[in-house]
Structure formats: structure tokens, C-alpha cells
């Protein structure tokens, strides 16, 4: 199994910053992918930015030039820097990684964590 951890969020005034932090830990093989997603209430989830296990990086279009996400510790931890934040950025926040585990070994399967909230008041 793998498991995520998510921390960092919490109310910020617009124009603000927070850093996401998701860790991933079990029993893993390869992580080939890790990445944040968001949903506001009343809206369907929605890619936030993605890195590879190479550090291949997407991101949506609505934060490219604000967010930045990154690895750590042989890519088992991603963060997600959110510069400049508006409003319409307040979501709950989720880490996702696609990886190989034992149970799953040798398919990739899709984990999420648990969300953080991001909220982007003055």
C-alpha cells in the first residue's frame, strides 16, 4: 500500500503565499508520477501541476507563473510553492502519485491523499 500525507494549507489573503508538502510512504517500488489537484465546492476536480519521476512539470493554465511544484527525497515528496494566490484558488487541495507497489507491482496505480484546504480571503 501507499499512503499520502498532505500538510501546508490554510488561509491566506490574496496576493499571499503557501507551500504544499505531500509525502508518500508504504511500500513502494517507483513512484512515476506525483501531482496536485483542486476542487472548490461545487466544481469538479481539477489538475493543478504534475511532475514526473524524470521532472517533466504541467501545469494548468491558471497557475503557470505562480505555482511551482518540485520534488524531494528520491521524488517520495512533492511540493507545490503557491505565489501571488487569488481568490478563485481557494480549494481543497489534493496530492495524487501514480506508483508501483508491492500489491500493485507490476501495475501502476493511482493514490490520492486525503485533501488540504486552501483558503484565500482578506
Known amino acids: 500500500q501507499v499512503q499520502l500525507v498532505e500538510s501546508g494549507g490554510g488561509l491566506v489573503q490574496p496576493g499571499g503565499s503557501l507551500r504544499l508538502s505531500c509525502a508518500a510512504s508504504?511500500?513502494?517500488?517507483?513512484?512515476?508520477?506525483m501531482g496536485w489537484y483542486r476542487q472548490a465546492p461545487g466544481k469538479e476536480r481539477e489538475l493543478v501541476a504534475v511532475?514526473?519521476?524524470?521532472?517533466?512539470?504541467t501545469y494548468a493554465d491558471s497557475v503557470k507563473g505562480r505555482f511551482a511544484i518540485s520534488t524531494y527525497n528520491a521524488g517520495n515528496t512533492v511540493y507545490l510553492q503557491m505565489n501571488s494566490l487569488k481568490p478563485e484558488d481557494a480549494a481543497v487541495y489534493y496530492c495524487?502519485?501514480?506508483?508501483?507497489?508491492?500489491?500493485?507491482?507490476?501495475?501502476?496505480?493511482?493514490?490520492w491523499g486525503q485533501g488540504t484546504l486552501v483558503t484565500v480571503t482578506s
Open positions: 495524487s502519485a501514480v506508483a508501483v507497489s508491492r500489491a500493485s507491482w507490476p501495475e501502476n496505480v493511482e493514490v
Open positions: 508504504g511500500s513502494i517500488f517507483s513512484i512515476n508520477a
Open positions: 511532475i514526473t519521476s524524470g521532472g517533466r512539470t
